[in-house]
Structure formats: C-alpha cells, structure tokens
C-alpha cells in the first residue's frame, strides 16, 4: 500500500513537469501577447520597450527556466491583462469552479446510480427505457444548449431561479444540471452493465436461494461489486468537469476558472494561462491519484 | 425504493420555495448588467474602450462631451491654447470645489501626476500621445500649463487626455492599493471588484456637480457575456438595465411592455481594406479599388445581416469631425464593377485571400464579414476565406512585424474615430502609409504621398475650425482615390432598461455612463 501511494506521487511529479512544459511551449506558439497590449495606433518602439519589459525578448529556454524557477515558489508572474498576481487570480476563481463541478457531479451521480441499478433489476421495463432515453438526451444535446433551455424555463419562464451569477445555492441548481447531466449517460451505461453481470452471478443467484431480501442483495452485495468500473470513469469526469466547465461558465456568468483560463488564452495572457492550466492539472492527477487509492478501499484484494 | 420520489419532490419544493426569483435591486440598488468587463480601474493603465466603462462611473477629464455631442468642460473651469504656433501651450484652470472620494481637495498636481504616469511605459499604453508634451507647469493649486515642443492635436481630441487622479492618496497606498481601493472624483465610489463576477459602487455624497448626482444610493454591475443569458436575465427581473442588446431580440425587447431602450451610434467605425501599396497587388490599380467600393449592397447588408443596426458612412461618420453630407458611399452597381475590372485587366475576375474576423468585436461581424466576401466574389474577386480570432487577426493586420508575411489580400477592419469622432488617429494608422519607427501607418496598406502630407499636416492642427476644413478635404481625397479602405458602416448599440430606472444616455464612456440615474418608488 505505502509503495503505490509513493509511486503514484512520483509518477504525479514527473505528470506536473511535464505539464509545466507542454503549457509553456504551447502558450508560446499561440503569438505574441505584446500587441494586443497596446492601442492599435502604439509605435514598434513601444511595443518592443513593453516586450523587453515581460522578459519576452529572452530565448524560449531561458524564459521557461525562469518561470520553472519561480513556479516552484509559487511565483507564476503577474496577469498582463488583469495587471495583478496570476496564481491569486487563479485562486480567487478556483473555489467557483470546484464549487460548480462538485454540485454537476454529485447532480450526475444521484441520477445516474438509481437510474443504471434500476435499469438493470428491471431490464427491459419502461424504467429500462426511461433511463436509456435521459442518458442518451444528455450526451447528444449540448450542454450551452441545456442551459439556455433551463434559463428560459426556470428563469424567464416561471422565474423560480436566477438566470445566472454565484452568489446562492440557487444559483448553482441550473449550471449543475447543465454540466452533470452529460455524464449521466456514460455512467448510467457502466452501472447498468456492471449490475446485469453481477445480478447474473452465482452468489447472488444463492444469496436469493436462501431468501436474503431484494434491496440487500442489490444495494449491499450486487452493487458494490459494480462500483469499481463506475469509480474509474466518475474520477475521469469529475476532472473533465474541473477543466471543462467554460462554457456553462459562460452561459451562467459563472465567475470560474474555466472562462478566466480560455479568455487568457484569447488575450495570449501566458502568466494566467500558465497557472490557471497547471493548478488544473495538478487538481486532475491528484484526483486520478485518489481514485487510484479508492480501488483498495473499495476492493481488497487490491491492497494485497 | 418507493419513498424516493414524494422525497425528492419534498426536497425540490423546499429548495425552490423562496418564490419567484427576484431582481437583486431594490428601491436604493440599481442592478445592471454589461457583456465584456474591464481589465483595470486605473486610468493611467486602461487599453481598451471596456476599460472606460467601469473607469467613467468614478473618474473624470478636464473635458467630456454632453449629450448633443458638443464638449462642455468639466473639471476644467476653462482652457485656451496659448504659446506659438510652433510650441503651443495648453493653458487649464481647474474648477474649484471638487472633492475626491477620500475627502482630499483636487488639485493640478493631481493632473500632473496622472501625466507623469502616462508618460511611464510600465504604467500607461498611451506614451506616444505624451511624447510633443515637454513641460507640466504648475502655477497654482488650480491652474496648470502643458508646453508642447511641437502643434499636437491629439490632446485637443482626447478631451484633454488627463484625468484627475489622486496623488496623495495613491502615494500613500501605492500601485496595488490604488488597484483594490481606486479614489476619483466622479458621482460613483469605488465598493468592491469579483472579477467575472462584479463590480460595486456607491453614490458620492460629496460629488461636485450636484444637477449630476445620481438619485439612487447603489450601483451593482454585473458581468454576463452570453448574449441570451444577458437577455433572459433582464426578462426575468434579475437585472434593471442591461447593456449591448442582441441584434435578434432588439424588437422582441422594444415590444416588452414597462421597458424603454435608447440606441445609438457606438463609435467603432468598419471599413474594408486591401494592400493597395504592393505594385504587384490588384488592389494597386484604382480601378479595381473603385470595383470593391461598387460591388458591395451595404445597405442590404445593414438591413439583413444586421438587423438594420449600423449606419452608413463615407470616410466620416454623421456628427464627427469633418462630416460633409456632401460626400455620399460609393453607389451598389455590380455592372459597374465588373466594367471597372475588366478595364483594369482583370475580365474574368482574381481570386485573392480574404481575411475575416471571426471574434465578435462587434454584432454578428463574421456574417457582415462573409456577405461583404460573397458581394465580391459575385463581381469577379473570388476570395479563398480565411476566418482569425481577434489574437491572430491583429498580428496579420500589424505593419512591420518580424514574422509571416504581411497581409496580401482583402482584410475586414475596423478602427474607432469615437464619439462624436475624429479620424486624425484612425487615419495616422491606416490612411498614412507605413513608416517604421515612426508610429505612422501601423496598420495601413495605402501609400500614398499626398495622403501622407495632409495626414502629417492635420496632427499638427489644434485650432477646431482649421482641423474641420482639412478634414473634409483629406476624406474628399480618400474617397476619389479610394485610399485606406473602402469605408462600409458603424454599428449601433441598443440598451434596454425597466420603466422604473432613471437613465440618461451620456456619450461618454460609449453611452454607458451612469450620471444623472434613479430609481422610481
């Protein structure tokens, strides 16, 4: 157990590095953010004088190296847009962002257990069906699409909640269900599929023959049986949900870092997109890392 | 399983029983709502004309236009150019009495202070505009002079280009305080910033001008980028004003009952251009230049791409600077064009890359973009499209870069001669031809020596009446050359707000200055 949880941090470390660099590479290829800084009428002295002031002027190398260096200390450089420290700003949006992918994931979730075990202890029923068509209606409608259509109902229409911003619960409800409900789809399928192949087996087939109770079976024993495949692809969008969230961001006014991460990548603001793209992929290996360590928990013959 | 549903159907009453979502005004709050947001609220550090939308509500210029369009000073009693006519000197006396929020006095250091720091290239994207300056005097606590070393228009209109900024209170809390606390002397102080999210004032008791103060004690500015959620949030009471209507819901809006709009001209100005100064261009023949001018419908193009939201213009928009009426677009006459084509040697037409802008800077300027390409490819100019984000799309627009080559086609354009508008600075960028190092032509494929000379001739004119004449004169030389493009429209802007809200629709700021507002019981 201790050697996985040090090999899955070492293999992290070397995941992160590679980040740092692939983001500061491809950040760089993107153009120059210089003469979009300046009014358009600015003379090339001016321009040059301002390059030559962000350490823009430097070799590719040399200008990583110093950003590595100061990255280590937390030290990301300032936003050339927002003019203030790109790390603080990246914090300040970071907790919206978490915010909104914990309430779509515990949305996609509680809809998708009950409607993948249901599918498979009534397969072939209406609820087998129901459960089919809200997953598949998840995962072919876009999610700006299912956010305009949650506004328009339950904002304009019968004015039960706010069209957008983050400063209640009630706000979270519509971009949850806008940025949850697409995973629905894929997790409904694995638990289902899991269950059927479960409920199929020989100790549940025994665990009926000596009467032990439907829900008991299904719930304590079928069910946990089908929870590592679901686990897997919960860490895989719960991250996906972390980095993907700009365009219910969008839709909602949601101040995450999803919207200040693409609008930085637009402006070619590197410091921000530098931080913003690695402070995700840290949160998306750390969170791949604890699912990892959840498959010894949830199965014991892993930890052996 | 059973007891689930009546639970979660609890459990959904319960979460939504607050009742109808209410707007986030009250009677003393004024909740509005813009579509793009500002990087800074520091003056001496704003880029772009976002900037000014939030910088506008709580800081001021010597001078501002009132809403006829005609300037009025402001926190300037009275100005006059004095000096020579060779090193002019801009002489300001300061209106006595104003306050900033802090409660400290505004003085003409205050003005210097915000010079020296436009001057600075670490602070300011405005340099170039301070280079002819070669002395602040100050000769009281409310007079000050501007000596230039050269006649230099730029100030005469930028309404003066200074802005009051505080330079005790910044001194003592330095850069970064100044940008979490910002203090000006405007009818608006500065709460609190949550970038994406919002930005907070209260009415200044103290504010100066007390026929300008506003009748309500909040303001709250929210950020909402999407077109339809900015809309849907007006329509459900969320918001009480709202900015930038979307051209597809500006009659649905107009039509809602309890809500007035005001729409106007923007202040951007859209023109197409083309590298008429490479000799192996097409676009170098004027004839050719004449075709582009005549083979586009705009007015169809306004009336159904665009919702009917721009306006013509040639060379000057109607109420800037210089404006003739005299001076009429080239007229929509695809035969002409062809004609034109085939007598500039090109029969059966060329095909030519085309780049658009597929950012939407402005209303549905992709579409304007592809309908201007499919006018052209109807005469004979095939156009090979290629669509750029904002980004790449000013890179290849850039003279005298040191990357791809430059741009060899047909571009969409565009370059703001403001409100009410003067084009010296536009046409110094893109009438001008390029010179490096120099800040002429940055972004300009005409060359053009007598263009040049009257260019060069109008930055040096401060006197108005001089500056209209010259004025006409180049846009009449533009036009028969069809020299910097050929200009096509300026958009319009429509904003939409409750019954309930006072607004008065200001230019500054590009209309969206909050002076003068209420909300009625």
Request: aromatic share 12%; glycine share 8%.
């Amino acid at each position: 157990m201790k050697s996985n949880i040090i090999k899955g941090l070492a293999n992290a470390l070397v995941s992160i590095v590679g980040a740092s660099l692939i983001i500061f590479v491809i950040s760089r290829l993107s153009g120059d953010p210089v003469a979009l800084m300046l009014p358009i009428e600015a003379p090339k002295s001016a321009i040059d004088e301002l390059r030559k002031s962000l350490g823009l002027d430097l070799p590719i190398w040399q200008q990583y190296l110093i950003f590595l260096s100061h990255a280590v200390r937390g030290d990301f450089g300032n936003s050339y847009r927002w003019q203030m420290p790109a790390l603080q700003l990246v914090f300040e949006r970071l907790p919206a962002t978490i915010e909104l992918a914990i309430a779509a994931f515990t949305f996609s979730v509680l809809l998708a257990v009950p409607l993948g075990v249901l599918s498979a202890v009534y397969r072939g029923s209406w609820i087998d069906h129901l459960g089919r068509i809200i997953a598949m209606l998840g995962q072919a409608v876009p999610s700006f699409w299912v956010g305009l259509v949650l506004i328009l109902v339950f904002a304009v229409g019968l004015g039960w909640l706010p069209a957008f911003g983050a400063d209640s619960f009630k706000h979270v409800i519509l971009p949850a269900i806008s940025l949850g409900w697409y995973p629905v789809a894929a997790q409904t399928r694995i638990i289902r599929s899991g269950m059927l192949e479960v409920l199929d087996s020989d100790y549940i087939r025994m665990g009926r023959a000596v009467g032990t109770p439907e829900r008991l079976l299904i719930w304590k024993y079928a069910f946990r049986n089908a929870l590592l495949p679901l686990v897997t692809i919960m860490g895989v969008y719960f991250a996906a949900m972390l980095s993907g969230a700009f365009v219910v961001e969008t839709v909602f006014a949601w101040p995450g870092l999803g919207r200040t991460v693409v609008e930085a990548v637009f402006s070619r603001d590197y410091p921000v997109v530098q931080a913003g793209v690695l402070v995700t992929s840290i949160v998306f290996i750390l969170s791949n890392f604890l699912v990892d360590l959840s498959y010894s928990l949830i199965d014991p013959r892993i930890r052996r | 399983m059973r007891g689930a549903t009546p639970l979660f159907v609890a459990a959904l009453a319960l979460l939504l029983s607050g009742g109808p979502s209410q707007a986030q005004s009250s009677n003393d709050t004024l909740t509005v709502a813009f579509g793009a947001e500002g990087t800074t609220m520091d003056p001496a550090r704003y880029s772009a004309g976002v900037d000014q939308y939030f910088i506008s509500q709580m800081f001021e210029q010597l001078v501002r236009f009132d809403k006829d369009l005609k300037p009025v000073n402001w926190l300037a009693e009275s100005w006059s150019i004095q000096g020579t006519a060779d090193k002019p000197i801009i002489d300001v006396h300061l209106r006595p009495g104003v306050k900033f929020h802090n409660g400290d006095p505004m003085t003409a250091a205050d003005f210097e202070f915000c010079f020296q720091r436009l001057k600075d290239a670490k602070v300011s994207r405005w340099t170039h505009l301070q280079v002819n300056v070669e002395q602040f005097e100050i000769v009281d606590d409310l007079h000050f002079r501007l000596h230039f070393s050269a006649p230099d228009a730029d100030y005469i209109v930028g309404n003066l280009q200074l802005w009051a900024i505080p330079k005790k209170y910044f001194e003592q809390v330095g850069d970064e305080g100044f940008s979490k606390a910002p203090v000006g002397t405007g009818p608006w102080k500065f709460v609190s910033r949550s970038i994406k999210e919002d930005i907070k004032f209260e009415a200044f008791d103290d504010y100066w001008n007390k026929d300008a103060r506003p009748k309500v004690k909040h303001l709250v500015a929210k950020i909402i980028p999407e077109d339809l959620t900015r809309v849907a949030a007006f329509k459900a009471g969320n918001v009480d004003w709202i900015d930038a209507v979307p051209l597809s819901a500006i009659e649905e809006i107009k039509k809602m009952p309890g809500v007035k709009t005001f729409t106007a001209i923007s202040g951007n100005n859209l023109y197409v251009d083309f590298p008429s100064y490479q000799p192996n261009s097409p676009f170098n023949k004027e004839k050719v230049r004449q075709a582009v001018a005549q083979a586009v419908d705009m007015d169809a193009i306004i009336k159904s791409v665009l919702f009917g939201q721009g306006e013509r213009y040639e060379q000057i928009g109607k109420g800037s600077t210089g404006y003739d009426p005299a001076l009429k677009p080239y007229p929509f006459d695809p035969k002409a064009a062809k004609k034109l084509l085939a007598e500039a040697g090109y029969p059966n037409g060329f095909e030519t890359p085309c780049y658009n802008l597929t950012t939407p800077r402005e209303p549905n300027i992709k579409e304007y973009g592809e309908a201007v390409f499919a006018y052209l490819g109807a005469v004979g100019i095939r156009c090979k499209v290629q669509g750029l984000e904002y980004a790449a799309w000013i890179n290849l627009g850039r003279r005298g870069r040191n990357g791809p080559p430059d741009m060899d086609g047909v571009l969409m354009w565009m370059w703001g001669q403001g409100l009410p508008g003067d084009p010296a600075t536009p046409w110094g960028g893109h009438l001008h031809s390029f010179v490096a190092g120099k800040g002429w032509g940055s972004y300009s494929y005409t060359d053009d020596k007598k263009a040049d000379e009257m260019v060069e001739k109008l930055k040096g004119v401060m006197d108005p009446e001089q500056r209209v004449g010259l004025i006409k004169e180049i846009a009449q030389y533009a036009h028969d050359n069809v020299l910097g493009g050929v200009t096509t429209y300026r958009p319009v802007i429509t904003f939409a707000w409750r019954e309930k809200v006072e607004f008065k629709p200001w230019p500054s700021a590009n209309w969206r200055n909050f002076k003068e507002v209420g909300l009625k019981n």
